[in-house]
């Protein structure tokens, strides 16, 4: 069976919980806590060399970062696809999944780190700046979903990868203004997947 070395919490963990639940794939959680610093440990650095979540071990096969396990994923188990079959529509999809992992989640994971430090020393300039950082992305989303339902056309990694992120935008009180209608409407549809409640943890 596939075995995913996960952290609940880690957004990049759960992007690719909610592929292996979309493309109906069995698989046992290796909890690594993020918190015991457990991603160092000499063992886990076998599996991962940077250690981080997530790593992923398919039948003694084993690669780590979400975006390519995701693509591995698709490649090893193409039904149900989360990629579009021409080389455009994939090449946007894969735009989209990079602009969320180098644009818009980097700064969720700022919040992250300042928000469980102990009162006082939170650094508070820096959260407003990574909420502005999220926000600005909003206007790229909105664009790429003009006319579409999700962002690659059909549902796939591409909305997978944002799909990560969504409860955190309500958690850290980032909200979505009533201008991004695209962008609400799609939040609304992803949020109504089973693999959405099912990869919570
Ligand atoms: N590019 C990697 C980034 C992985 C990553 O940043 N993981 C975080 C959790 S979301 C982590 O393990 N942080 C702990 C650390 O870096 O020590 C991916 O997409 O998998």
Redesign the pocket.
Known sequence: MIKLYT?PP????R?VRIALIEKGLEFERIN?D?SK?E??NPQYLKIHP?????ALDDEGFII??????NEYLEDEYPYPPLLPKDSEGRARARLMEDFR?THF?PHF?EIIHEVRKPEGQKDLKLIEHAKAEITKCFERIEKELEGKEYLAGTFGLADIAYMSNIDLLERFQIPVESKYQNMLAWIERLKTRPSYAASAS
């Open positions: 952290f880690s957004t990049n963990s992007k690594i993020l610093k991603q160092k940077f250690g981080q979540v997530p780590y970062d979400s975006t390519i396990i992992d989640n994971v």
